[in-house]
């Protein structure tokens, strides 16, 4: 836009700005929600590994302790109050 634009110029230059931006809109959209689904299954396989990884150390955790006679006068296998 120069200077010397008339009104109407400018007017229909904002127009065709909005025009095209709504034009495009859509289409971001459907982008964002395709980035998002991906990023989103990307980070949830990388949490499912994650907690994979956590619940066995749990699991060797309440195994160990499973067998540990912690008070005496208990069998190993008994089960104990944590």
Do not use: C
Request: no cysteine; aromatic share 10%; hydrophobic share 35%.
């Amino acid at each position: 836009m120069s200077k010397n634009s008339s009104p109407l110029e400018v007017k229909s230059l904002k127009n065709a700005t909005v025009y095209k931006n709504r034009a495009i809109d859509p289409h971001n959209r459907l982008f964002a929600r395709r980035f998002s689904k991906k990023k989103l299954l990307k980070e949830s396989a990388l949490v499912a590994d994650d907690s994979m990884a956590v619940l066995g150390e749990f699991e060797k955790f309440e195994e160990s302790a499973f067998w540990k006679s912690p008070v005496s006068g208990q069998q190993k296998g008994d089960q104990h109050e944590f």
